[in-house]
């Protein structure tokens, strides 16, 4: 049996953790889900499911209504497959090969060195044992499990219009127990890119490698208004004052690794005259790392800065160097602004997750989420104006729409009810700044009612990822409830307020 059975077989509810167990065991980075889907069509060929892949790469899976229930609403549960794949450089894990191995601690699951994927598995989980549970109560059950959600939501946009049947989706992709989610931000990508830019060596140089690290990084939605450090942010303020006392001519910029995750390390090499003695830049990054912490003591008091041995042949023209320290300097990243018509909730904001830059060209990559279309193409037309001083290309691409909240859904009202009978508690209700694929479902389906939940993730997006065991079989006892609700005839879909 492999480590990561061992661990997840004494989990509760079994069927769940058993479903999760083969997510880690199968790589899934986005855009490379296929193994992962075929295992899983030919396992629903073997219950005797309905199962196909569409154009788009989506896996969808039929259930037959169970016994006395054919009459009931059609209910779509909806996850997605791949994960975001995060470690530290110095972590030997290839997200191709190589299963995740998580650990239990304290009432968590947590992966300590890379990404977990909870965030969606839990999800996916929870739909493959609905499907394989004989004993739910439920009407004509659909489930449908997108690819590349984490790199562009290319599943979600690929699927057919009318593709489903079922008129009310539950959305199982959220982080926090005990709220309900009806709407979310829609956003957009700006790739800039510039040509190569390359000089030979300058003589009697010497080069050095300067790393950013020991940051947290996160969600670039969920944990954009924590003001955590960005690692490439962070070295650029670094590099232009070393560039204002010494002569530093730059060879490479490369930071962060998810255009959804807070980059939690950057590294750059630089050439110095062989005049200028590495003790001196060694005190001014220890100068420059002691101002960080005290900056960030309450959010990421462990960033760290090293300085290295390097090797090069070929720096980046000085006027290119310029161009490239400037924009990043100047270029946004963070909240933008807080949402006037949902209170504690952000409107619009901006990642400047990836840039990679060498002698042989450089490209960075901006994500903008926004609840207000409006807001995402504002701030995008920003970035292509302050990189357009400098004649660089700039193309934005990936627009996706926002999910409206709509707080008559009759399908709100009836998860608010069950949550009420099975938990003797309140629900809240939410919306999120980050990007769920039910804006898009919804464009492809007018009219289908959804609600979004889950169970508590901590760390989505980053390395020591967690999911709160309990809060996983508590999302399985309202699962099945609320199918149970509407299978019993509780109708979600006409309007009407829930007994």
């Not at 880690?24 to 193994?35: L, M, N, Y």
């Not at 992962?36 to 219950?47: D, F, G, Y």
């Not at 300097?329 to 904001?349: I, L, M, N, Y």
Request: hydrophobic share 45%; aromatic share 4%; proline share 5%.
């Amino acid at each position: 049996m492999l480590p990561t059975d061992s661990v997840l077989c004494r989990l509760e509810p079994a069927l769940v953790w058993a479903h999760f167990a083969t997510l880690c065991r199968i790589p899934r980075p986005s855009k490379g889900e296929s193994p992962l889907r075929e295992h899983l069509r030919q396992w629903a060929a073997s219950k005797g499911l309905q199962a196909s892949v569409d154009a788009a790469g989506n896996l969808l899976i039929s259930k037959p209504a169970s016994r006395g229930h054919e009459d009931a609403p059609g209910v779509v549960l909806q996850a997605h497959l791949d994960m975001v794949c995060q470690k530290n450089s110095g972590t030997a894990h290839d997200f191709t090969r190589d299963p995740i191995r998580p650990e239990l601690r304290d009432g968590w699951l947590i992966a300590n060195d890379t990404t977990l994927g909870a965030d969606n598995g839990i999800g996916v989980a929870l739909a493959l044992a609905a499907l394989e549970d004989e004993s739910l109560a439920h009407g004509p059950l659909e489930v449908l499990l997108t690819v590349d959600e984490e790199a562009g939501m290319g599943g979600a946009r690929g699927l057919t219009e009318g593709a489903l049947q079922g008129r009310l989706l539950l959305n199982l992709d959220t982080e926090e127990w005990g709220e309900f989610y009806l709407g979310c931000a829609g956003g957009l990508d700006v790739n800039v890119s510039r040509p190569r830019s390359a000089e030979a060596l300058p003589e009697a140089h010497v080069c050095w490698q300067i790393e950013v690290a020991g940051l947290r990084g996160g969600h670039s939605g969920v944990d954009i208004h924590r003001e955590r450090g960005n690692a490439i942010k962070l070295l650029v303020r670094v590099l232009r004052d070393l560039e204002r006392r010494w002569p530093l001519r730059l060879v490479s910029l490369h930071g962060g690794s998810a255009r959804n995750a807070l980059p939690r390390e950057a590294q750059a090499s630089i050439a110095l005259p062989d005049s200028i003695a590495g003790d001196a830049v060694t005190a001014a990054l220890a100068s420059w790392q002691e101002l960080l912490r005290q900056e960030l003591r309450e959010v990421d008091a462990g960033v760290t800065l090293r300085f290295l041995p390097a090797s090069a042949d070929a720096v980046l023209s000085a006027a290119e160097q310029a161009v490239w320290l400037a924009s990043l300097h100047a270029a946004p990243h963070g909240v933008r602004r807080w949402s006037q018509s949902v209170p504690g909730v952000v409107e619009t904001s901006n990642n400047l997750g990836m840039v990679a830059i060498d002698a042989n060209g450089g490209s960075c990559n901006f994500m903008l989420r926004s609840l207000l279309d409006s807001g995402s193409r504002a701030l995008a037309d920003e970035i292509v104006s302050l990189f357009a001083l400098s004649g660089t290309l700039v193309e934005q691409s990936g627009h996706y729409p926002g999910w409206a909240p709509n707080p008559a859904s009759p399908l709100l009202a009836l998860c608010q009810s069950v949550y009420r009978r099975e938990f003797a508690a309140e629900s809240r209700v939410q919306v999120i700044h980050a990007g769920l694929e039910c804006g898009i479902i919804a464009a492809k389906h007018p009219g289908i009612d959804i609600v979004s939940f889950g169970p508590t993730i901590r760390g989505a997006h980053a390395l020591g990822e967690s999911v709160d065991i309990d809060s996983v079989a508590r999302c399985w006892q309202l699962l099945k409830a609320v199918l149970a609700a509407v299978g019993e005839g509780t109708e979600a879909s006409d309007h009407r307020q829930p007994a």
